[in-house]
């Protein structure tokens, strides 16, 4: 399987809950040799999360750093009614954004209406990524969510993070197997990411490669194996 050469869910410690600096992210970034990274903090609804004001000075941010080249993302929250807990002129100071489900300002409405609300956020032309769309304390329509992904292209996550505390997210594992057998028949691209909150883990992603590797995932489904592919994905809307 091809190297990965980028990691664009990751967490500085403007997140609140994170540890290590943009520098130092960049740093363990550049010593894994990635040509990518992606930092995407948490957005409102996150306890002790950056306040949205932070998104406005990105422009301040090196474009390169350590030979890494700096994206600027956003995890951004799926709220009821398929709302996003960020506001547009925030949004629009984004490189791209993740949507994704967290407990922490979410209550489980039931797989059919979770679902509705990841694809209404889905549809923001921002949007690139869901993230770690596997836990079953808030299940999903796997089919319609692999559906809605290759009609808006958007990349599905495999998060190694997840894989790590399989304990604490329901079914991850058996959801990913689900997802993944839908991806390869829909032909739904995937991205696959660490999830950093720490220096220590940006680029770390054996768990979710193992999986792959496990399932036979076909590898051009993967965005983030190639710089040209990533950039184009990333663009594609």
């Excluded at 040799?33 to 999360?49: F, N, Q, R, V």
């Excluded at 979770?114 to 032309?125: A, F, G, S």
């Excluded at 304990?167 to 959801?175: A, G, I, T």
Aim: with cysteine; aromatic share 6%; hydrophobic share 35%.
């Amino acid at each position: 399987m091809k190297e990965l050469i980028a990691d664009i869910h990751t967490h500085t410690l403007a997140s609140g809950h994170a540890y290590g600096t943009i520098r130092e992210m960049a740093q363990a970034a550049g010593g894994k040799g990635l040509k990518i990274l992606g930092l995407s903090e948490h957005a409102p609804g996150i306890p002790g999360t950056v306040d949205p004001f932070y998104y406005l000075n990105l422009k301040v941010i090196p474009r390169e750093l350590f030979g890494v080249k700096i994206l600027h993302g956003c995890e951004i929250n799926v709220l009821s009614g398929g709302r996003l807990s960020l506001e547009q002129k925030f949004i629009n100071c984004l490189d791209y954004a993740i949507v994704g489900i967290h407990r922490q300002c979410y209550q489980d409405e039931g797989k059919q209406r979770n679902t509705e609300n990841l694809i209404e956020c889905m549809k923001h032309e921002k949007v690139r990524l869901v993230s770690h769309p596997d836990d079953d304390h808030t299940p999903l329509d796997y089919e319609l969510l692999v559906k809605a992904a290759k009609e808006y292209q958007v990349a599905l996550e495999v998060n190694n993070s997840s894989l790590l505390k399989p304990h604490r997210r329901l079914n991850c594992v058996e959801n990913y197997h689900t997802m993944l057998k839908l991806c390869q028949k829909y032909g739904t691209n995937i991205i696959v990411s660490s999830d950093a909150h720490d220096p220590a883990w940006v680029g770390e992603w054996d768990k979710a490669l193992q999986l792959l590797e496990e399932v036979g995932f076909n590898e051009e489904l993967i965005v983030n194996n190639s710089e040209e592919k990533l950039k184009a994905f990333l663009g594609c809307r």
